[in-house]
């Protein structure tokens, strides 16, 4: 039972313009997100999170959206750079046991 | 510096033995995981430590043993009952265990030959 689901495996986008990557989970007890960025061979690093509570949070050029209707994330990036290109996951926990289900992880690749 | 670290990077076992995998922090953090990824899945969960002298079971717990003695330490064994064992491995850890935000070491690529 995939409670995380990032259905795109790969996304490819000109530098410059922005990447929309997806997020889908299904469990309404869910009230942490969080989004890691991976290179290969090397751990997830942190990238950005949102509260349940929130609808959007921003950092830099990172912004999270959360629709809590449609149990529905997304990571936007805007302009895209060359160091973006990376694996991203979604995460989510739940505030009963802290624990995070991931996503299958969604590859951006920034064309120059 | 603080960080997590994990060694080998790189580690090639035969089949039929047990073998154990690293991670050291300096961080202070009381919680700490292991995780396991296999190419185009998430990350899933295999043991996790909320405090010292204490460690749980995650969702693939089958095949692997863990040990928290120390505080800055959680070792990974890979025993022989683990079917297929070949993945990379990824350590993380957190200041206590009711904060969300994992922070990962640079992850241990085991391969069974």
């Known amino acids: 039972d995939q409670q995380v689901k990032q259905n795109s495996p790969s996304l490819s986008v000109q530098e410059g313009r922005i990447s929309i990557l997806n997020c889908d989970y299904t469990?309404?007890?869910?009230?942490?997100f969080l989004w890691y960025k991976k290179y290969p061979a090397e751990g997830p690093t942190f990238l950005i999170s949102i509260s349940s509570i929130k609808d959007k949070n921003e950092d830099g050029r990172f912004t999270v959206f959360l629709n809590k209707s449609a149990k529905h994330l997304s990571l936007h990036i805007v302009p895209s750079q060359p160091g973006d290109s990376a694996v991203y996951f979604c995460?989510?926990?739940?505030?009963?046991?802290?624990?995070?289900?991931w996503g299958a992880g969604t590859k951006l690749i920034i064309k120059p | 510096d603080g960080g997590i670290t994990q060694s080998p990077k790189y580690l090639f076992r035969k089949e039929g033995q047990n073998v154990t995998l690293s991670c050291e922090q300096n961080?202070?953090?009381?919680?700490m995981y292991w995780y396991r990824q296999d190419p185009g899945q998430g990350l899933r969960l295999i043991y996790y430590?909320?405090?010292?002298?204490?460690?749980q079971k995650g969702d693939i717990a089958e095949g692997y043993s863990v040990s928290r003695e120390k505080k800055e330490s959680f070792p990974l064994t890979v025993t022989s009952a683990q079917k297929n064992p070949t993945a990379f491995y990824l350590c993380a850890s957190k200041p206590d265990y009711n904060t969300d935000t994992q922070y990962f070491g640079p992850g241990t690529r085991l391969t069974v030959l």
């Open positions: 430590s909320q405090i010292v002298n204490d460690f």
């Open positions: 469990n309404s007890m869910f009230d942490y």
């Open positions: 995460a989510a926990s739940r505030v009963s046991n802290y624990q995070l289900i």
């Open positions: 961080l202070n953090h009381d919680a």
